[in-house]
């Protein structure tokens, strides 16, 4: 590893614009592909932007998980799991009410592209989130005894 030029405070601000940077890319890019789905652009053209979101947040994970680090405020548990699956399940459901809300003229129809996608979702979410949250208990045990 070469020798860094920055001081201590350089470093820690190199941390935090890097930090900042990274959130930037993440958020603006999932608002960027939600505002063109609700314009009406072609999902087929949003593919590149989609996988550069994909690679951060497997990136992401990946990352934390490998260095048994779960978040600075929450803990893995079933509470977590279970607010931070019903948020991006209510998400979908309104985004999926309002880039298909020109298109069905019945209320159940309506209704049901709202809540199928979000109890789908909050269902991957939960999953996906118990599984990270075994593997991160199972990391940090491994971690704690070296």
């Known amino acids: 590893m070469k020798k860094s030029n920055l001081?201590?405070?350089?470093?820690?601000?190199?941390?935090?614009?890097e930090h900042y940077g990274f959130w930037?890319?993440?958020w603006g890019l999932l608002a960027s592909m939600a505002i063109q789905a609700?314009?009406?652009?072609?999902?087929?053209?949003?593919?590149?932007e989609w996988v550069v979101f994909m690679v951060l947040c497997v990136y992401a994970i990946v990352s934390c998980l490998r260095h048994g680090i779960w978040g600075r405020n929450l803990k893995p548990n079933l509470?977590?799991?279970?607010?931070?699956?019903?948020?991006?399940?209510?998400?979908?459901?309104?985004?999926?009410?309002?880039?298909?809300?020109?298109?069905?003229?019945?209320?159940?129809?309506?209704?049901l592209i709202g809540t199928i996608?979000?109890?789908?979702?909050?269902?991957?979410?939960?999953?996906?989130?118990?599984?990270?949250?075994?593997?991160?208990?199972?990391?940090?045990e491994k971690l704690d005894q070296e």
Do not use: H
């Open 7 to 17: 001081d201590e405070m350089q470093e820690q601000a190199l941390l935090k614009i």
């Open 24 to 26: 930037l890319a993440f």
């Open 38 to 48: 609700l314009l009406g652009v072609a999902l087929s053209s949003l593919f590149g």
């Open 79 to 111: 509470k977590t799991n279970l607010l931070f699956s019903i948020l991006p399940g209510l998400a979908v459901g309104v985004f999926d009410m309002l880039l298909f809300r020109e298109n069905e003229t019945e209320l159940l129809d309506y209704l």
């Open 117 to 140: 996608p979000a109890i789908i979702t909050f269902v991957l979410c939960f999953v996906s989130l118990t599984v990270c949250a075994s593997l991160y208990k199972n990391r940090r």
